[in-house]
C-alpha cells in the first residue's frame, strides 16, 4: 500500500542550526502538508503546498521556515537557525483530491 | 479563532462495551471531518471520515454528524484494548484543525 516517507526519523541538532527534514508524498498526491507536534500538545497546521507555491500557512510558518518540492518526489521542510521550541514531531501528510490527508511516521526534532 | 474541542480523558471502558468520543467545533462552515487514532509516539491515522449529518459506519466504529448542534462523534463498539491511543478530531477548514485529543483506556 502507498505510503508517506519521512526522513529522517530523528533529527538532533544544536540551537541555531538548519536543519531540513524530508517527505516522499504518496506518488499520485496533489496537495502536500506539514504540521508539526510539540510534546504533549495538539497537533498543528504548519503550511500547506499546491502546484509547487504554498497555498496556506498558518502563524507559525514564519521566515525561519520554508518549503520546497526541488524534484518529483521529495518536499522538504528546512527550519534555517533552530530554536529550543521548535522541539517537536513534524508530519508530513499528503491527499488526492479528496480531502482525506495520509500521515508520514514523523520526523522527531530535538535541539539542543 | 477556529476551535475544536474535546474532553481530554482519560476514558477508561471495560473490553467489549461501547466506547463514545465527543467532539464540537466552532466554525459552521467547515464540510468535512475527521477521526484519526494515535498511538503514542506515532503519527495520526485515519480512522473515518464523515461529510452529511447523520451516522456512517464501518466495521465497529460509527462516526455521528450533527451540522446544526456542531457536533462530532465516534462510537467504538465491542471495544479492544488494542483501540487504547489518542482519539483526534479533525475538522477541514482548507486545512485540519485538531482537537487536542481523549485519550482512550480499554481495560481487560
Known amino acids: 500500500e502507498p505510503e508517506v516517507t519521512q526522513t529522517p526519523s530523528h533529527q538532533v541538532t544544536q540551537m541555531g542550526q538548519e536543519v531540513i527534514l524530508r517527505c516522499v508524498p504518496i506518488?499520485?498526491?496533489?496537495?502536500f502538508y506539514w504540521y508539526r507536534q510539540i510534546l504533549g500538545q495538539k497537533v498543528e497546521f504548519l503550511v500547506s503546498f499546491y502546484n509547487n507555491e504554498i497555498s496556506e500557512k498558518s502563524e507559525i510558518f514564519d521566515d525561519q521556515f520554508s518549503v520546497e518540492r526541488p524534484d518529483g518526489s521529495n518536499f522538504t521542510l528546512k527550519i534555517r537557525s533552530t530554536k529550543l521550541e521548535d522541539s517537536a514531531m513534524y508530519f508530513c501528510?499528503?491527499?488526492?483530491?479528496?480531502?482525506?490527508?495520509?500521515f508520514g511516521a514523523g520526523t522527531r526534532l530535538s535541539v539542543l | 479563532q477556529k476551535e475544536v474541542e474535546q474532553n481530554s480523558g482519560p476514558l477508561s471502558v471495560p473490553e467489549g462495551a461501547i466506547a463514545s468520543l465527543n467532539c464540537t467545533y466552532s466554525?459552521?462552515?467547515?464540510?468535512?471531518f475527521f477521526w484519526y487514532r494515535q498511538y503514542s509516539g506515532k503519527s495520526p491515522e485515519l480512522i473515518m471520515s464523515?461529510?452529511s449529518n447523520g451516522d456512517k459506519e464501518d466495521g465497529r466504529f460509527t462516526a455521528q454528524l450533527n451540522k446544526a448542534s456542531q457536533y462530532v462523534s465516534l462510537l467504538i463498539r465491542d471495544s479492544q484494548p488494542s483501540d487504547s491511543a489518542t482519539y483526534l478530531c479533525a475538522v477541514n477548514l482548507r486545512q485540519l484543525i485538531w482537537g487536542a485529543g481523549t485519550k482512550l483506556i480499554i481495560k481487560p
Open positions: 466554525d459552521r462552515v467547515s464540510q468535512s
Open positions: 464523515i461529510y
Open positions: 501528510a499528503s491527499r488526492a483530491l479528496l480531502d482525506i490527508q495520509y
Open positions: 506518488s499520485n498526491h496533489l496537495y
